[in-house]
Every structure is written in structure tokens, then in C-alpha cells.
């Protein structure tokens, strides 16, 4: 599976934690930067992903997150995202 894809996924694991708490209603992450992505090992057709995410801070509308894909127990990807939660109607 291509870097840029297990990337988006784990943006849109950290998306979905955001959105689910109540603060959050109506609200849209946009992500202002990636960092540190670091490609471990490949994921082949087959691998089941799974995706740990921690929320490092939020200050505001403003927060950073950590992520990490795991395939078999072993890290496959990890990176740290800023992100920025605007409302819908932005």
C-alpha cells in the first residue's frame, strides 16, 4: 500500500477520535502539517492495519496528534500531525 494512503488513513483515524467527542460537533480538521513520517516496514494486500492515535495537545482550535500503524503487532508507519478544527460553515 502506497506511504501517502496508510498516511491519510491515519489522519482520518485522528479526525474520527476528534469528531467524537461533543466539543467538536460541527466542526472540520484541516491538517497544517506532517512530520517526522517515518516508513518502517511495507503493507502488503492481505495486512490488517491498525491504527493508534494520541492526542499530544489541543490549545484552542489548534492541536497536534501522534499516530502510529501497526500491522502483526510491528510499527509499519508513524507520524505527528498539527491540525486545525474550523467550523462547516468556514
Not at 7 to 12: G, H, I, P, T, V
Not at 42 to 63: A, C, F, K, N, T
Not at 66 to 77: F, H
Request: proline residues 6%; glycine residues 8%.
Amino acid at each position: 500500500m502506497p506511504g501517502v494512503m496508510i498516511l491519510e488513513l491515519m489522519a482520518q483515524v485522528g479526525a474520527a477520535m476528534l469528531l467524537s467527542r461533543p466539543e467538536h460537533a460541527g466542526k472540520v480538521p484541516l491538517i497544517g502539517a506532517i512530520d517526522d513520517a517515518k516508513f518502517k516496514k511495507m503493507v502488503v494486500p492481505g495486512d490488517q492495519i491498525i491504527v493508534e492515535v494520541e492526542l499530544l495537545w489541543l490549545r484552542g482550535s489548534i492541536g497536534r496528534m501522534k499516530s502510529v500503524a501497526l500491522v502483526d503487532g510491528e510499527v509499519t508507519t508513524s507520524m505527528e500531525m498539527t491540525f486545525k478544527l474550523v467550523p462547516k460553515d468556514s
